[in-house]
């Protein structure tokens, strides 16, 4: 029977630069994971939220437009307090001696004209703050006294950037954190644990790859899809609520939200995906790691919630709560709270901020020990 040669054979495939040897794991993976059919259905309805926010943003918008025809002339009183605030020169009253009664009367139609001026500003700028809390799309929002506390003051522009910050945190906090908690207990419990359990690992190791890069393509990928249901659809949520507004002054105002954006995913997706990468590492059977992830995150926040409704003081929001650090998922809302600037103080913050950076350094120092354990020696 023929031989046939055995020896060295020129690699026809196409060669891939060596930084990216982990992305191989990565794309197998995320194919994997988008097989399941409940992961695209939870994909999927992860974005029916931005239409009801986008819905919210609209009509906010087209607020930010519309003076409410009759206010001035119903509001004497806001104009007569300011005239009387000001001090103003009302013409033929209270001239300067040797003052050219001409330039005297024209100081006086200025003053007044802009007083008039500012207090039908004030006038619209109320009506706008009181139809959007009376909105009835707002009281189906979590938290929704929240946002009508925190409209009291400020001029327009930061009106419209605290309306914005609050609904885009609502958006990531609230819908997108379940669907978060959903698609990392599906889809992180078997990716270590079944390496572990059919010793997949060193297979692994006897390529031209790293523990680190190993670690690395595994992150990414829960990684990924949670981008797809926090960062994409929050990004796609501001250019909508940009191109429905009917000037680019929105613009100016909102300029830093794709930051807040940014950096609120990122404060969500690290910490998830090392502590249930961690759990899936733990155990050779996924289910565990499935019911340790649904435990550690659904007690914590029943726990929390209990706590909080118990002891709630008014004028207190949920993430201000002491015990809030008791969730992980609280602890997540109140930094992302932070971040968009509706929680102000920062000592306040710190320490979620800080569990949060030792959780994710505990996890990934935990997490690379348990992947070396098969070569360690």
């Not at 429905?244 to 794709?258: A, C, G, H, I, M």
């Not at 995150?297 to 726990?303: F, P």
């Not at 992302?336 to 949060?356: M, N």
């Amino acid at each position: 029977m023929p031989i046939h040669d055995v020896g060295y054979r020129r690699w026809k495939g196409e060669i891939t630069a060596t930084w990216s040897r982990w992305t191989a794991i990565t794309s197998i993976g995320i194919r994997t994971a988008l097989s399941s059919r409940w992961i695209r259905r939870i994909l999927l309805a992860a974005w029916f939220p931005v239409i009801y926010f986008g819905i919210i943003l609209f009509i906010f918008e087209g607020l930010m437009v519309t003076t409410p025809s009759g206010q001035v002339s119903g509001n004497l009183e806001i104009l007569k307090e300011s005239l009387q605030k000001e001090g103003a020169l009302i013409p033929g009253d209270g001239m300067i001696p040797g003052q050219d009664p001409n330039q005297a009367l024209q100081e006086g139609v200025d003053q007044v004209t802009d007083l008039v001026q500012n207090a039908e500003e004030q006038v619209a700028f109320k009506y706008k703050k009181e139809a959007l809390a009376n909105n009835p799309l707002i009281g189906f929002l979590p938290n929704g006294e929240a946002l009508s506390e925190a409209l009291q003051t400020g001029n327009p522009s930061d009106f419209r950037h605290t309306v914005w910050c609050y609904l885009l945190s609502s958006f990531l906090q609230y819908s997108q954190g379940f669907m978060t908690l959903m698609i990392v207990g599906l889809i992180v419990p078997p990716l270590i644990s079944r390496d572990v359990r059919s010793r997949a690992l060193l297979l692994y190791y006897s390529r031209p790859i790293t523990r680190i890069e190993y670690v690395l393509g595994k992150l990414a990928i829960p990684g990924f899809v949670l981008m797809m249901i926090t960062l994409a659809p929050a990004l796609v949520l501001y250019l909508v609520g940009v191109m429905l507004s009917p000037d680019l002054s929105v613009l100016r105002d909102t300029w830093d939200l794709p930051f807040r954006i940014i950096l609120g995913t990122v404060v969500c997706v690290i910490p998830t995906c090392l502590i249930g990468l961690l759990l899936s590492s733990l155990t050779q059977e996924s289910r565990f790691a499935g019911f340790a992830w649904f435990t550690i995150w659904g007690l914590g926040a029943v726990v929390w919630l209990g706590i909080y409704t118990s002891n709630s003081t008014p004028n207190r929001g949920p993430y201000e709560s002491d015990w809030s650090l008791i969730s992980i998922y609280s602890t997540i809302g109140r930094v992302q709270s932070w971040i968009f600037g509706l929680e102000l103080d920062l000592q306040r913050v710190l320490p979620s901020i800080l569990l949060l950076v030792v959780v994710s350094f505990l996890s990934a120092i935990w997490l690379y020990r348990r992947v070396s354990a098969p070569i360690r020696i």
